[in-house]
């Protein structure tokens, strides 16, 4: 792995994409992964590398609809496992979210290589290989999926995810969340709760929205969700693209 000096003024970014080719390495991460994290690194410059406003809303409508779900699933990806995989276990610790390995370049020894690297970082009951069922609409592998997890999920939580997936996820008739940097992909259009933050920031923040608000009545959470714009939040997202493009201007 490239030593990268603390001082460098892209530090963070730089160490992500070492953990991303690091991870590329061990099997966990797919060669497009690298590509998709490129094109996020793109939007995240965008919206000032940094959670803004309407992330932090779409975060806590996203936690509140995990937890108000009677069958919530976090669906995790080789980039999602890399970035954010200790998080994720977390979040579905508090709530009670059950944990899917669920990839577009679906392989057996991928699934299984990221099934026993979640296991390492604390993860239990992780459903992933030896699928029984499959989403409607998506073809061949990508389809697979468990009937314990988000085959019979109500809330789904896809991070990092191709438009089809959430698309045929909807058509299912579930509640989708994603965490997706561009607020102009099918995934972020298509899904009932947009955040568009780098999962590297969203995950950790709710986590810490989680631990706060799995306190709060069904009522209180309820209110969260109505109150709650996707349609908003991605207007908000550009806005704030837009805003700093031109700010280079002034
Ligand atoms: O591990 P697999 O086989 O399931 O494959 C995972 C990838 C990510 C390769 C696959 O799902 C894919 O090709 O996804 P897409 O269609 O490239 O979409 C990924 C979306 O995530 C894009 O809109 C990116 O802008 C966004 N994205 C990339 N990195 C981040 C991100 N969003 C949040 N945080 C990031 N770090």
Do not use: W
């Amino acid at each position: 792995m490239t030593e990268i000096p603390r001082s460098h003024p892209r530090y963070l970014s730089l160490v992500m994409r070492e953990r991303l080719v690091e991870m590329m390495h061990r099997g966990i991460v797919s060669e497009a992964g690298l590509i998709a994290h490129g094109r996020g690194e793109a939007f995240d410059y965008l919206i000032g590398e940094r959670t803004n406003d309407f992330a932090m809303e779409a975060e806590k409508a996203g936690v509140a609809a995990l937890l108000l779900a009677e069958k919530p699933v976090i669906s995790v990806n080789g980039n999602a496992a890399a970035l954010a995989g200790k998080e994720l276990i977390d979040l579905g610790g508090l709530t009670d979210a059950r944990i899917e390995v669920n990839l577009f370049h679906r392989t057996e020894d991928r699934v299984e290589k990221i099934v026993r690297y979640l296991e390492s970082l604390g993860g239990k009951d992780i459903l992933g290989p030896e699928p029984d069922a499959r989403v409607p609409g998506l073809e061949h592998a990508r389809g697979l999926c468990h009937k314990d997890g988000i085959y019979h999920a109500d809330v789904v939580l896809v991070p990092l995810e191709d438009g089809d997936r959430s698309q045929a996820l909807k058509k299912m008739g579930k509640t989708v969340v994603t965490i997706d940097l561009n607020p102009l992909s099918r995934t972020a259009k298509t899904a009932d709760i947009t955040i568009v933050d780098n999962i590297t920031r969203a995950a950790p923040n709710m986590v810490e929205i989680a631990g706060k608000m799995r306190q709060a009545s069904p009522e209180k959470l309820m209110s969260i969700i109505e109150k709650y714009s996707n349609i908003i939040v991605l207007k908000s997202a550009l806005a704030c693209m837009c805003g700093n493009i031109r700010a280079i201007d002034e």
